[in-house]
Each structure stands twice: as C-alpha cells, then as structure tokens.
Nanobody
Framework: QVQLVESGGGLVQAGGSLRLSCAAS????????MGWFHQAPGKEREFVAA????????FYADSVKGRFTISRDNAKNTVILQMNNLKPEDTAVYYC????????????????WGQGTQVTVSS
C-alpha cells in the first residue's frame, strides 16, 4: 500500500510559478506509475500529467504542455509537478495518485490518492 501527501499549493498571480510535491510512503513506490490530477469546484477530476515508474516517459494534458513539468525521485519517494506561467484556469485542488496499471489518464485506473493541495491563480 502507498500513502501520498501533497504539498506546495498556494495563491499566486497569473504568470507565476508553483512547485507541488507528493511524498509517498512505502518501499514499493518505484513500482507505481504516478499522476497528477486537478479538480475545480463543480467540475470532474481531470488529468494533468503522469510519469512512468522509471521516469523515462511523461505525459501531459494539452492545456499544460510547455508550462508544467512532472518528475520523480525514487530514492526520495517523491513526485514533483513544476508549474510555470500559471493561468487563472489552473485554479483547482491538485491531487497526486499512484497506479499499478499501465500509465493512464483515467482517474478510475489509479489505486491510491493524496488528500489534495489547493492552487489558486489570481488574474
């Protein structure tokens, strides 16, 4: 089992940057592909980015390509989402998730979730 804890959210002006961290417990962290999702009020949870267990492949939603970067450090059991050039439409709760299945953009294919961290981007 994996427990996930996100941190790094906050309030930032449009054009600014934030760095989200996801700390994972458990010795099997390196066995999981990892993803970031976000959920705005009244909307469904949406895929943001994902990374394979080795870190060799990454995937991004079209809305964040060129602005966000996902990375991981298996020695530190950590996944990072670097968010640059933030826009008001990025405002949401951001969740880290782990999947034992092949990497996917579908939330229901992820097995473990963190509690989320709020990101608010002002215009």
């Amino acid at each position: 089992q994996v427990q996930l804890v996100e941190s790094g959210g906050g309030l930032v002006q449009a054009g600014g940057s934030l760095r989200l961290s996801c700390a994972a417990s458990g010795r099997t962290f390196r066995n999981y592909d990892m993803g970031w999702f976000h959920q705005a009020p009244g909307k469904e949870r949406e895929f943001v980015a994902a990374i394979t267990w080795s870190g060799s492949s990454t995937f991004y939603a079209d809305s964040v390509k060129g602005r966000f970067t996902i990375s991981r450090d298996n020695a530190k059991n950590t996944v990072i989402l670097q968010m640059n050039n933030l826009k008001p439409e990025d405002t949401a709760v951001y969740y880290c998730a782990a999947t034992r299945s092949f990497i996917t953009t579908m939330p229901n294919q992820y097995d473990y979730w963190g509690q989320g961290t709020q990101v608010t981007v002002s215009s």
